[in-house]
Structure formats: C-alpha cells, structure tokens
C-alpha cells in the first residue's frame, strides 16, 4: 500500500480557497486516489476520487500531475463548516480492499 | 446513498464488562466490513476486516480474543470489546462497501462511530 504525507495542519479563512496536496511517491498504477473528510466524533465522509489529471464535483477539486506522485485537494470559498481533518488515500483499484488512514490534516477556517 | 448504520453511538461500561457494537448496511448487502478505532486527535486505524459467513481478518497487533467480530448477515457485522478495560475507551468506527458501486470509492461508506468509555 503506497504511503501517504499531508501536512498535519492548515489555517485559513472565510472565502478563500483551500489547497491540501498529499504526496504519494509509491503509487503503484492500479491505485486511484481518494479524499475523506472527517467531523469531531463522526465517521469519514468521502469527498473525491480520481485517478490522473484533474476531477471536479459539487464540493471540491482534486488535481493530479502526470506523474502520480501527488494530488492537490482544492476546496474552493471555504467556510467555518469546512473545518475537519482531511484524509488522502491511495487504493488498489481492485477487490474489496481495506482503505487505510495516514495521519491527515487537520484544518482550521477562522471568521 | 448507501447508509451504515452503527449503534450505539456512545456506551459507558465498566471496566470488565462486555460491550457489542452492531454496524448495519441498511440498502445494500456487504460481504465485507472494516472495523477501525480511532484515539482523540488520532488517524483512524484498521482493526480488522469481517467477512460474512467466515472469519474476521485481524490487523497486526489486534487481539482477535479481545476484540470478537462477527459477520452472520450480509447487512450485520457486531464488534465485541470483551472484558473492557479503560485503555479500550476509543472512539469505533466501522465501514461497508457496496458491492453494486463496482471499484468507485463511493461504495465505501462509514458508519456514525460509538464513543466507548470505559470506567
């Protein structure tokens, strides 16, 4: 399973964008790469998936270089609701294979 | 949406006592379940992985005997703390994926958690 680095934490403010990057260094080909979102005493929450360039949904956008080896999780236009710990994923693509968790990071949006 | 169920959502037991958490899979068949425990400013770690109709699969370091997981539906799996000692106070977390959503992490889904406390 390729190991994931984050920044352990992020401030920022009302309005602004958000950009979280992960690095990844061992995905393998196979893997796809994920985003999780997680509340004070409440499970996970997925927020986006992609496997190569850039993916767009209702709540954020997820870039990824030609080599793989690390994603941008942007959050547009923050608000005090997108304070949580967000967690970046690597995962074979195949089966039904467990997700595991590296360590996260924890953002902060201040008034 | 696929929804997981997980009750209860908080449980004070004493120290010794049994506890089970039950994790549903309430519009979807799960074959397969994860169970993870999660410490206070911690990452979520994987405690084992349920199986419908057969054993659990354990993670390095997890007590397969403290720690009973049982899988006899395919919408239920339960997790047992057994013998609860106040270390095991944690916050557990289970998840299920939704067979239907082929190999898309949307067919992961996560369940509320349970707040044990062990006094």
């Known amino acids: 399973l390729a190991k994931t680095t984050q920044p352990i934490s992020m401030d920022s403010y009302e309005g602004q964008e958000v950009n979280i990057t992960c690095s990844h260094n061992n995905i393998a080909t196979n893997d796809y790469i994920t985003w999780y979102q997680q509340f004070p005493s409440q499970g996970p929450r997925f927020i986006i998936q992609g496997y190569k360039t850039k993916v767009t949904n209702e709540v954020a956008s997820l870039f990824i270089p030609a080599d793989r080896k690390s994603s941008t999780l942007s959050l547009p236009r923050v608000s005090l609701s997108d304070t949580a710990v967000y967690y970046c994923?690597?995962?074979?693509?195949?089966?039904?294979?467990?997700?595991?968790f590296g360590a996260g990071t924890r953002l902060a949006v201040h008034p | 949406g696929a929804v997981v169920s997980q009750h209860p959502s908080w449980v004070i037991c004493k120290s010794g006592t049994s506890v089970k958490i039950e994790c549903r899979s309430l519009d979807f068949q799960a074959t397969t379940m994860f169970w993870y425990r999660q410490f206070p400013k911690q990452s979520l770690m994987l405690m084992a992985t349920?199986?419908?109709?057969?054993?659990?699969?354990?993670e390095q370091g997890v007590e397969k005997d403290k720690f009973l997981i049982n899988h006899a539906s395919l919408t239920l799996s339960t997790l047992t703390v057994t013998s609860a000692h106040p270390e095991d106070s944690s916050f557990y977390i289970c998840s299920a994926r939704d067979p239907g959503q082929g190999n898309s992490h949307y067919g992961y889904t996560f369940g509320s958690g349970t707040r044990l406390t062990v006094v």
């Open positions: 349920s199986n419908e109709g057969s054993k659990a699969t354990y």
């Open positions: 994923l690597v995962r074979f693509s195949g089966g039904y294979n467990k997700l595991i």
